[in-house]
């Protein structure tokens, strides 16, 4: 493997596809970046397009590779990572997908998942998969997919419609696509669609037929850490060496191999991941049990995650929905105009409340308007609503672990904004550190591949490689925090029980 | 009186009639409607299409004016954006040299602001600079600037400027005798200028169309910035440049 001096990395997340060229140090080396179109066909319904995502994956990987003056016998491995939750269904035959991919955010299934629960309860399947019944997870979306169309239903049973998350989407193209594509997933990815036992890393029958997904057209479970198939095009040859889900690619990234660390990524929502270790925790307090990640043949690692629907998309809301910035960054520079928010907060329950609330029928609110607020106001709000939903995770962390955390580790495009980072470390009243990689996500699925080929001999000696790139000590006088988070709760309560059934639309 | 550049009054020509069609033209329209051969008008139709002030529609071949050409009244870029786009790579700067990474904008003619601070990679404990103003005569990235910029020979002709170590430079003709050699060499540098037992090397980021918006540097010890004769290492600057080069890449891609 002597020339042998990078592993590719493919992000493949909800707004948009990269590709990163890693060195041996765990050094970023290039990088090239496509956004795909978010389809918004309906309110609460989020689609992409998964032929537009395949193009980009075939269009950024040539262009990391040219930029980093490589060529694909210096690739050691592919690793990727992607949006999780987001499913799709294509023909095995022709390989084109039978409708657009329905993403994570998308509360289409309200309805059914409403049913389900008034059947047994929200957690009648918790000690299974490890999750509360939310539209936020894959299985719901299968059947409801299947339900719309007899036929598909058929050939889903046969087999010959296939479903896949955005990685097990990818492998299958990469690895032949119709012509003898591998059709599989890996233990993260899989522990995200309700249809998995949590502690046999299995598709559970029970969970098949509660959402009613044949299981012709479910890929085979693998584990993070291991050589799937050599590449047939793109970079022909080199090996698929790892898949995780995004979220836990960056627990990976970040090196939080022991029970207790943990890891916040912000992107387009936000996502606090827990390591608790070999067996799956169940949390009280609104938390998910996942699994963590898997290297190869050895016991699953177990995590606990908070996951928060809204963060950066509200930022892009900002700028794309409201045209008050024209980037993202922007919303800094707008915010600093202020001293304050003026009395104003902004719930972003775009998609119902995620972790730890779980309102699926709540929606969102701009609350404590007057003629005095201005724009600035609004992106103090906006970067606040970031800062309190983090804190009501970690609440929920505390809460469940017995144990107040005493730092958090950040990683996300979101990590470069520091008004949000020192408000963070402000209300959480710890502090917090970005390592010298933000692009986590990227470098976990980097190491997982580099692991399974022997690019990095083990996974201990990835830590050495983690260091402290910035870090934001808390300043916030103790009474304010306590007065603005009690105005946050209050704002967040007023967002129940908004979404009426009635509301939901046709197709459920 | 030197004379007018008739290539340059024949471009201006194209955009003037560009501005004015309602609708894209081809190569031939644009060379009947101002008298010019078609290789002239090909030549300067190339031109304006590489700097960005026109554009070519995909499907007809046609042209019609350019978004950098619009552009031009816009703001310079906005410093939370540049941290932004800088990120990943002043992070693999920080992680190659193993030292401190800043980004410095100037915000007042001899003041610089610190927009991004990556710590030394060594996990000691290091407080964060962002939002700190520096004295721009005084340190790297402050002439790594101040070497670009059009005021800098009024500003500093006559200037007498404040000393911070005993080797802060305190006159503004000296200052302009050492921003010649930054123009040189393309890089900046300070020795202890600022501060004792600091050195620092920095790059100018340029944005695409060329102008200096900003400056990156490394900043270090003396004994591991510079060589046995206490000279900035040339092989540290060019990693600084390969940054530089590399947000500036960023930069473009903010514009496509
Ligand atoms: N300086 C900033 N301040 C606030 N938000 C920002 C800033 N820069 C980027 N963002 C937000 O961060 C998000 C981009 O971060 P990142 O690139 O990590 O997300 P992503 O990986 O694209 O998300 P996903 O993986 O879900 O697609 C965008 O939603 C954007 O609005
Ligand atoms: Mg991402």
């Known amino acids: ?17 990269r590709c990163i060229l890693f060195d041996h140090a765990g050094r970023l080396a290039s990088v090239a970046q496509r956004e ?13 397009d998964a032929a537009e ?6 269009r950024v990987v040539p262009q990391a590779i040219n930029q980093a003056r490589a060529d694909s016998s ?6 990727i990572a992607n949006q999780r939750e987001t499913s799709v269904l294509w023909e095995r035959r022709t390989g084109r997908p039978v409708a657009n991919a329905i993403t994570w955010q998308d509360t289409r299934t309200a309805s059914l998942v409403d049913q389900l629960s008034a059947e047994g309860g929200t957690d009648r399947f918790r000690d299974r998969c490890g999750l509360p019944l939310m539209t936020y997870f894959s299985g719901p979306r ?7 169309d007899p036929v598909l239903r058929e050939q889903a049973e046969r087999g010959e419609v296939l479903f896949g998350t ?16 591998l059709h599989v997933t890996d233990v993260t990815n899989a522990s995200r669609t309700m249809l998995m036992d949590i502690h046999t890393l299995t598709w559970d029958d029970d969970l098949l037929d509660a959402f009613q997904v044949p299981r012709a057209m479910l890929p085979e479970i693998r584990s993070n850490v291991e050589v799937f198939a050599p590449t047939t095009t793109v970079l022909p040859g080199v090996p698929i060496a790892a898949a995780l889900g995004d979220q836990q690619a960056a627990l990976f990234g970040q090196t939080c191999f022991s029970p207790g660390e943990a890891k916040c990524t912000y992107g387009t929502g936000a996502f606090l991941l827990l390591n608790t270790g070999p067996d799956p925790v169940r949390s009280s307090h609104g938390l998910l049990s996942t699994v963590g990640y898997k290297v190869g043949g050895d016991d699953p690692v177990y995590a606990l995650e908070g996951s928060i629907a809204v963060t950066g998309s509200l930022v892009q809301w900002l700028r794309d929905r409201l045209g008050l910035i024209s980037s993202a960054p922007e919303i800094e520079t707008l915010a600093l105009e202020v001293e304050d928010n003026g009395g104003c907060y902004i719930v972003p329950a775009f998609s119902g409340l995620f972790a730890p609330r779980w309102h699926s029928e709540a929606r969102g609110l701009i609350i404590g308007l007057t003629s005095y607020i201005t724009k600035g106001h609004l992106a103090r709000a906006i970067l606040e609503a970031t800062a309190w939903q983090t804190r009501e995770v970690v609440d929920a962390m505390n809460a469940d672990s017995g144990l107040a955390l005493t730092g958090l580790k950040v990683d996300g495009g979101m990590t470069s904004d520091n008004l949000l980072m020192q408000t963070i470390a402000d209300v959480l009243n710890v502090p917090v550190e970005r390592p010298m990689v933000s692009e986590t996500v990227s470098l976990g699925a980097a190491y997982a591949a580099g692991l399974a080929v022997g690019f990095w001999p083990e996974l201990k000696g990835l830590r050495r490689h983690w260091h402290r790139a910035a870090r934001w000590l808390p300043e916030m006088d103790p009474g304010r925090r306590e007065r603005e988070y009690a105005n946050w709760q209050r704002a967040v309560e007023r967002t129940y029980d908004w979404l009426q059934h009635d509301d939901d639309g046709p197709g459920t | 009186m030197p004379g007018t550049v008739q290539s340059i009054e024949r471009a201006a020509a194209v955009l003037r009639l560009l501005a004015r069609s309602p609708r894209p033209l081809g190569v031939v329209e644009i060379a009947n409607a101002l008298s010019l051969p078609k290789g002239t008008a090909h030549g300067i139709i190339r031109t304006l299409h590489g700097v960005g002030f026109i554009a070519q529609d995909n499907r007809t071949g046609r042209y019609r004016l350019g978004k950098d050409l619009l552009r031009l009244h816009d703001p310079p870029i906005d410093h939370n954006e540049l941290r932004a786009r800088a990120l990943n790579w002043t992070d693999t700067l920080a992680s190659r040299t193993g030292e401190a990474v800043r980004i410095g904008v100037l915000t007042a003619p001899l003041e610089i602001t610190i927009v991004h601070h990556v710590f030394r990679p060594d996990d000691s404990v290091q407080v964060m600079d962002v939002g700190r103003v520096l004295p721009a005569h005084a340190c790297a990235l402050g002439k790594a600037v101040l070497a670009y910029h059009p005021d800098s020979s009024t500003v500093l002709r006559d200037a007498s400027l404040e000393a911070f170590t005993a080797r802060t430079v305190t006159t503004g003709r000296s200052l302009l005798g050492q921003l010649s050699t930054v123009r040189e060499r393309g890089w900046a540098s300070d020795v202890e200028e600022l501060n004792g037992g600091e050195a620092s090397i920095a790059v100018p980021i340029r944005d695409q169309g060329g102008a200096v918006v900003a400056s990156v540097a490394v900043t270090g010890s003396p004994k591991t910035v510079c060589d046995g004769g206490r000279n ?12 530089s080069r590399a947000i500036t890449g960023e930069l473009a891609i903010r514009r496509e």
Do not use: C, K
């Open chain 1, 74 to 79: 210096q690739i050691a491995a592919i690793g």
């Open chain 2, 232 to 243: 900035p290492r040339p092989r540290l600057a060019a990693r600084v440049a390969e940054t």
């Open chain 1, 53 to 58: 995502i395949w193009r980009n994956v075939e």
């Open chain 1, 166 to 181: 955005m990685e097990t989407w990818l492998i299958w193209n990469l690895t032949g696509g119709p012509e003898g594509g």
């Open chain 1, 36 to 48: 795909h179109r978010q389809i918004f066909p309906r309110p609460g319904w989020v689609e992409h």
């Open chain 1, 142 to 148: 299968i059947r409801w997919m299947l339900a719309r």
């Open chain 1, 1 to 17: 493997m002597a020339n042998q001096s990078y592993v590719v990395a493919i992000d493949q997340g909800t707004t948009s596809t």
